[in-house]
């Protein structure tokens, strides 16, 4: 079973503040994932990392950032939260090896900015 | 632009009634497909996947899929509906030159009626 936990499930902060949304997998996999899912329709992903001190943007442009100082952990943060980031924020990761490797999803954040 | 569509962002089925959920990709080079199923309030787990090989493709929960470039497409079906298959449905492909990253359909939100 997969192994990758967000913290936290629900988060509901004011315009303005920083955030950042944890993610973490005990998995060993060098490749992690954010995808932003709005209600209803498909997840587009918006931060991408191959294993330490390695990130790319998605294909969706996205105000947040991310770091990969160590293996497991994968955080995205927003400076400053606004209405247009509530969303629900999806981390997976995968094995670095042949192109259809999995990816394994965690739980998800969902994120309401008022 | 490679992109992935799910006809039917709704269907709603019997309890033991067939299962279809169409999948079609949009690229001249075949992809790895794959079917992944999210529960409400979870994360995305996946169902079944193609990479080579037999195009029959047998998954978790008696869910199976078809490949077949000649249509590009890749139906997700299940003989018998169980209560426990409502849920959102996605259908993701993914190609050799691009690092394993998933493109999504919509999804399909599938009910279950008694």
């Known amino acids: 079973e997969a192994d990758i936990y967000q913290t936290p499930r629900y988060l509901v902060i004011g315009t303005g503040k920083k955030i950042t949304l944890e993610c973490s997998q005990t998995m060993g996999h060098d490749k992690m994932y954010w995808y932003q899912q709005d209600p209803g329709m498909e997840l587009h992903l918006i931060h991408y990392s191959y294993g330490v001190n390695s990130t790319e943007k998605g294909d969706l442009s996205s105000e947040s950032t991310v770091s990969r100082i160590r293996t497991e952990h994968f955080p995205l943060t927003l400076e400053s939260a606004r209405p247009s980031h509530t969303s629900q924020y999806l981390c997976a990761s995968s094995e670095f090896g042949p192109q259809a490797d999995t990816q394994y999803f965690g739980p998800g954040t969902r994120l309401t900015v008022l | ?114």
């Not at chain 2, 079917?35 to 996946?46: A, I, S």
């Not at chain 2, 493709?57 to 470039?69: D, H, R």
């Open chain 2, 1 to 114: 632009a490679q992109s992935v569509t799910q006809l039917g962002s709704h269907v709603s089925v019997s309890e033991g009634a067939l299962v279809l959920l169409r999948c079609n990709y949009s690229s001249s080079v075949p992809p790895y497909l794959f079917w992944y199923v999210q529960y409400p309030n979870q994360g995305l787990q996946l169902l079944l996947k193609y990479t080579t090989g037999a195009t029959l493709v047998k998954g978790i929960n008696g869910f199976e899929a078809e490949f077949k470039k000649s249509e590009t497409s890749f139906h997700l079906t299940k003989p018998s509906a169980h209560m426990s298959d409502a849920a959102e449905y996605f259908c993701a492909v993914s190609y050799y030159n691009q690092g394993g990253k998933l493109i999504f359909g919509q999804g399909t939100e599938l009910s279950v009626k008694p």
